[in-house]
């Protein structure tokens, strides 16, 4: 099986150079959770010709660290994901206080890939105000 003709290519998140000189591509899995990354990276407006594109979580920058605010932060990932990335179905998505940073949340998104049915787990802080 061809994990890169069923699931996918594209330029590697971030963006870098590979060993050849030449800007390196992602494919399969590994592309899948790039690409769910840079939906959840995306401010909403950030891309001129996609405005609506991405989860825009920043705009939880300056709220307080509540578990409203973290259930909000939770709907608009859920949202975002089903939009934006057909190639998985997300199981779960769990969003909890940082214990180390008062002013910090931690998403984590469990996902099954459409195609394989392989089950992935990705997580990422998101930045908010105590």
């Known amino acids: 099986m061809d994990a890169g003709r069923i699931l996918g290519r594209g330029l590697s998140f971030p963006p870098r150079v590979g060993a050849d000189g030449r800007m390196a591509w992602s494919e399969g899995e590994v592309n899948v959770r790039e690409c769910v990354e840079v939906v959840l990276r995306t401010e909403l407006r950030e891309r001129?010709?996609?405005?609506?594109?991405?989860?825009g979580l920043a705009r939880y920058l300056f709220e307080s660290?509540?578990?409203?605010?973290r259930r909000q932060i939770q709907d608009r990932i859920v949202k975002a994901l089903a939009l934006w990335e057909p190639r998985i179905s997300v199981e779960s998505v769990a969003v909890e206080a940082d214990p180390h940073d008062p002013e910090a949340a931690i998403a984590t998104i469990a996902?099954?890939?459409?195609?394989t049915q392989a089950q992935e787990r990705v997580s990422l802080t998101v930045l908010l105000a105590q």
């Open 48 to 55: 001129l010709r996609l405005p609506d594109f991405g989860a």
């Open 65 to 69: 660290n509540t578990t409203t605010t």
């Open 111 to 115: 996902y099954r890939l459409v195609a």
